[in-house]
């Protein structure tokens, strides 16, 4: 029942995220804490859960070049919050959006328009998105 332990840190990894610099160390702090056991300190794939996991956990460093080269936010937050997954996912990874993801911010999208999110959901990508490798 490690799956409900990680939840449950998450809920109580503190720290309001503001978007910048903040949101990205305390995402990393996020990251170590609930993410890093599967997806591996660098974010690589290579945590020290990986070999036990059906399906190998993915490389978070390669997202935006997997992408053509932009970072996929939405898909990454949808990804973690579990609220949008595709159909071959694999059910290891926890969906986080059953903890407690913070408070409610707005974010600008490209086209002008504002989404609401989980404040704690954008530190992680904000995170995700510093750790990219150049294509
Ligand atoms: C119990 C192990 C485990 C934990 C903990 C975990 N993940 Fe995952 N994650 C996986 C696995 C396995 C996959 C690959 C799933 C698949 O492709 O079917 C994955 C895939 C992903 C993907 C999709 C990557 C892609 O290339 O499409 C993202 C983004 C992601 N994880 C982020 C996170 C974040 C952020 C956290 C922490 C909040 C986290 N994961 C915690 C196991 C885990």
Do not use: W
């Amino acid at each position: 029942m490690r799956v409900f332990g990680m939840v449950a840190v998450l809920a109580l990894a503190g720290c309001v995220p503001q978007q910048g610099q903040d949101s990205v160390a305390s995402g990393r702090a996020m990251f170590m804490e609930n993410c890093a056991a599967c997806h591996g300190d660098d974010a690589k794939g290579d945590g020290p859960l990986a070999a036990s996991l059906a399906k190998a956990p993915a490389n978070l460093t390669t997202l935006a070049a997997r992408h053509g080269g932009t970072f996929p936010r939405d898909y990454v937050m949808s990804t973690i919050d579990g609220y949008r997954r595709g159909q071959h996912f694999s059910a290891a990874m926890p969906q986080f959006g059953e903890g407690d993801l913070g408070p409610i911010v707005m974010v600008g999208n490209a086209n002008g328009t504002t989404t609401p999110t989980p404040a704690k959901l954008l530190a992680l990508a904000d995170y995700l998105q510093s750790i990219q490798q150049k294509p």
